[in-house]
């Protein structure tokens, strides 16, 4: 098991603490099927594979875009993976840039590598990405199914106190998926086609079970012969709606 990232300078009242849904990203990068697929995906021995970019959408605390970014030699068989992350809250992004500070500081301490981290973005979902660029997209989204969806916060606020009442805002927005915990998701997946690297993207995306996992495979499926899906990884047999999945949607 890869040791995970510290995370204990992270002001958690304004920032998404990682929890169950964060370690099973974490146990399904680390695994040995994934890290085989992405090695035979990402080898830096074919003709023509470039430095692969991997991108969290929704960083939170930085967890796991740190483990990623850490791990990269371990993960992809390759040191010279880019990592970036975007987050609509601006706390979340600077905590994730601490957090990769800290985690690559520990690599160095014990004569280890990392990858490249290029830095994280105030935005939107995919918003701020060019398209075709992304190699692998991570999403933990907001899945707790709710009434509605909290407003958006404005993405050029600077400042640099809060309230409780605005603390408690920005990690709404990191739970609250709106009807069937899939308005966030779905519009993810609805840019997923013009994001990811045109020959080998990949994304790693989080579901529980009442986001209907079942109902979004068979939608990737119908985008047609060049798309797969499978879920990767689960959080095993557990009462109630809260069970977790991770699924791969690829290039095939």
């Known amino acids: 098991m890869l040791p995970t990232p510290s995370t204990s300078h992270v002001a958690f009242e304004r920032v998404y603490e990682p929890a169950e849904d964060s370690y099973l990203l974490l146990d399904t990068l680390s695994s040995e099927a994934e890290k085989a697929f992405l090695q035979r995906r990402f080898s830096s021995t074919l003709t023509g594979v470039l430095s692969p970019l991997v991108v969290e959408i929704g960083t939170g605390s930085g967890v796991v875009l740190s483990f990623v970014d850490a791990h990269a030699e371990t993960i992809f068989g390759r040191e010279d993976v880019l990592t970036a992350g975007i987050d609509v809250n601006r706390f979340a992004c600077e ?39 992304v190699d692998v997209l991570i999403f933990n989204p907001p899945y707790v199914p709710t009434p509605d969806l909290p ?102």
């Open 95 to 133: 905590a994730t840039v601490q957090t990769v500070k800290v985690a690559e500081q520990e690599q160095v301490v014990q004569g280890k590598t990392s990858g490249i981290y290029l830095g994280n973005v105030v935005g939107d979902l995919a918003g701020p990405l060019r398209s075709s660029t």
């Open 151 to 252: 407003e958006l916060p404005a993405l050029s606020n600077t400042a640099a106190n809060s309230s409780f009442e605005d603390d408690s805002h920005l990690l709404a927005l990191s739970y609250a998926g709106g009807a069937d915990g899939m308005e966030t998701t779905n519009r993810l997946l609805d840019s997923l086609p013009g994001i990811l690297n045109s020959d080998r993207g990949c994304a790693y995306i989080l579901l529980c079970a009442q986001n209907k996992p079942e109902d979004v495979k068979q939608r990737i499926r119908s985008w047609g012969r060049k798309w797969g899906v499978e879920t990767v990884r689960s959080s095993g047999m557990k009462a109630g709606w809260e069970k977790l999945q991770i699924i791969r949607i690829f290039r095939t």
